[in-house]
């Protein structure tokens, strides 16, 4: 997503409204659904031009419970600051402006927004996806979706590190047995 800043940087304190649509392109552990809607403000701080704002995107996701595919939206806080170059920035130059000092280098006037919506989308995504809180997930010994339908699993599964300390016990009969 492209805007148009040439109003933006002829005085600084100068404020502009950003509204549109702006496609992200594949993320990671999740697909987009359509494009992401960037709502936000440009401002000029003299040196540079802050962006904040919002950004809010369906995506596809995969529930790291029960494995099934959902859809969700996804919010995110958006921050950007953008500082002009008098020369076209070569790609060496504008990833040691951004490793540096989280700096997004433009020329002419045009700033491209796509690099902060990625960037605010990415880190806003679920470590672990739910399709549900109250997600069942699925049956660790025959892999039913316990969502769907029960199983006809014990509930109870013994951890097989303590399984000589079981064996012990039967062999011993428990103590609430004596």
Do not use: H, W
Request: proline residues 8%.
């Amino acid at each position: 997503m492209r805007v148009d800043v040439t109003e933006l940087t002829s005085e600084p304190g100068a404020r502009m409204s950003v509204e549109g649509r702006a496609e992200v392109g594949a993320l990671p552990d999740g697909k987009p659904v359509g494009p992401a809607l960037v709502r936000g403000e440009l401002v000029n701080t003299g040196s540079a031009l802050v962006l904040s704002g919002t950004v809010d995107l369906d995506v596809r996701l995969r529930c790291s419970r029960c494995l099934e595919d959902f859809q969700a939206r996804i919010e995110a806080p958006l921050e950007g600051e953008f500082r002009r170059t008098s020369a076209q920035p070569g790609e060496d130059e504008r990833r040691r402006a951004l490793e540096d000092e989280g700096v997004i280098l433009y020329y002419g006037s045009e700033v491209d927004l796509s690099e902060p919506v990625r960037e605010s989308l990415v880190l806003a995504m679920p470590m672990r996806p739910l399709c549900d809180p109250d997600c069942r997930g699925l049956c660790p010994r025959c892999g039913t979706n316990l969502n769907r339908q029960a199983c006809g699993c014990d509930d109870e599964v013994p951890d097989p590190r303590l399984a000589d300390l079981g064996r012990l016990l039967d062999d011993q009969g428990r103590p609430e047995e004596r």
